[in-house]
């Protein structure tokens, strides 16, 4: 089973050479420390950067550096600072070329409902809506089943939803999964985690061929 910090891990080995890529909250934030580096990665956050590169260590951080969520950041050379118009002029012209999201719950068909639960405060909808909508490839970052244990990827969400049939991957502590016009379909498993595990954990149904591996994470 992984943790938070291997789940980037994978997704990192998602990331290729020239991308643009925007990171979410949470998990997905923590992608940037893990991008291999032999090849050139510009991420992008909506408050206004373009060229972020991972936290700062500790004693490090600069307070007016932030992301979207707050957090401190560092800047690489050449990285540049804008308005938010121009941040999601970048976004709804589909100039960033991999969306990493966090999720609470993802459908069998694509769907993601990430941004509020029913009765609970939440700071708003944030840029999460801009980016599901004009996203070509968006890949979440997840835990597979909540505190009670109960399955988060589903035949069909039951929070509000933030986009509609958008997410192309998922990564979770139990599973590597893909979205595609029959369901979900199983890639890869964490190590030392059987595909009986994952059906178990998995609401939605899960499309299987022959020997499911292991992921690599380096």
Request: aromatic share 4%.
């Amino acid at each position: 089973m992984l943790g938070k910090e291997e789940i980037a891990k994978r997704i990192a080995q998602e990331v290729k050479d020239g991308y643009y890529v925007n990171l979410g909250i949470g998990i997905p934030t923590l992608v940037a420390n893990y991008v291999r580096t032999d090849i050139a990665v510009e991420f992008q956050s909506e408050n206004g950067v373009l060229g972020m590169g991972p936290f700062p260590l500790d004693g490090q951080e600069d307070a007016d550096l932030i992301n979207a969520g707050k957090q401190t950041i560092t800047a690489l050379p050449g990285a540049s600072f804008f308005d938010s118009a121009m941040s999601f002029g970048m976004i709804r012209s589909q100039k960033v070329d991999l969306t990493i999201l966090g999720a609470m719950e993802v459908s069998e068909n694509g769907d993601i409902a990430n941004w509020k639960i029913p009765g609970k405060m939440v700071k708003g909808m944030g840029g999460a809506m801009d980016l599901v909508a004009s996203a070509e490839n968006i890949i979440v970052a997840m835990m597979h089943v909540n505190k009670k244990g109960e399955s988060k990827i589903l035949k069909k969400c039951t929070l509000p939803l933030t986009g509609v049939g958008c997410v192309k991957k998922v990564v979770t502590e139990l599973a590597v999964l893909e979205v595609t016009p029959k369901g979900f379909k199983l890639l890869e498993r964490a190590p030392g985690i059987s595909v009986e595990h994952i059906i178990a954990a998995t609401q939605a149904p899960l499309l299987i061929e022959g020997d499911i591996p292991e992921m690599q994470i380096e």
